[in-house]
């Protein structure tokens, strides 16, 4: 089975600064996704950001990017340029490789507050 | 384009009452659908998925159970809430060519 770690419960960030949020993985898969998601206070479930296993390159989209070490099994967010609407809890999930039933495995989230 | 919908946005319910929670979806076919509990201070824990009409798979031992009548619809039931039954229930899909979940807005069950 796998398990997602993420071994921060809250950070916070001053406004326009970067921060890292942490997550590791424990998986005998050799090709999955890696996902991270944010929950604003609204509760809505949204995705940040993706990462194939297979991908040595490390995701962008925008001010979020990943640094994935897949040996490590370790794949942090990265936020630049920190702003007041990125307050929410961010989620690291897993997906085996494969069809799109797979369900998600989900970290125990980190609560981000920026400050301004 | 797709979405999903969920109802209702809360519940207060008293234990040992029944539950019933709705999860839709439209604008695609032949979705998978998920439904993910989120209690207080936890991440996301799987409770069910489908990936057919009448096909569950059940996740975690519990008092819940869940239905897919409807190609697009999925229902999570209880004859009988427990306390420990409080919580944010997501629902999600996906399809077979995406590697990646679509949630709903949620339901906020409480029970006292």
């Known amino acids: 089975a796998q398990t997602v770690t993420q071994s921060q419960p809250e950070m916070s960030v001053q406004e326009a600064e970067t921060v890292t949020l942490s997550c590791t993985y424990d998986?005998?898969?050799?090709?999955?996704?890696l996902f991270w998601y944010k929950q604003p206070p609204s509760r809505q479930m949204i995705l940040v950001i993706r990462?194939?296993?297979?991908k040595q390159q490390n995701a962008t989209e925008n001010r979020f990017s990943v640094n994935f070490q897949k040996a490590a099994k370790s794949f942090s967010l990265k936020i630049s340029d920190s702003q007041l609407g990125d307050t929410a809890m961010y989620f690291c999930?897993?997906?085996?490789w494969g069809s799109g039933n797979t369900p998600l495995v989900f970290g125990k989230g980190t609560r981000l507050s920026v400050i301004a | 384009s797709q979405t999903i919908h969920q109802w209702p946005a809360t519940l207060v319910q008293p234990v040992g009452s029944p539950l019933s929670l709705e999860c839709t979806v439209e604008g695609t076919s032949n979705p998978n659908l998920y439904w993910y509990r989120q209690a207080a201070g936890r991440g996301l824990q799987l409770l069910f998925y489908s990936v057919g009409i009448g096909q569950i798979s059940s996740e975690v031992p519990q008092n819940l159970s869940a239905s897919r009548p409807q190609d697009r619809q999925f229902i999570l039931s209880s004859k009988k809430l427990l306390l420990s039954d409080s919580g944010f229930y997501l629902c999600a899909w996906s399809l077979e060519t995406y590697n990646e979940q679509f949630f709903g807005p949620g339901t906020r069950l409480t029970v006292l």
């Open positions: 990462q194939e296993a297979y």
């Open positions: 999930a897993f997906m085996k």
């Open positions: 998986t005998s898969e050799s090709n999955y996704y």
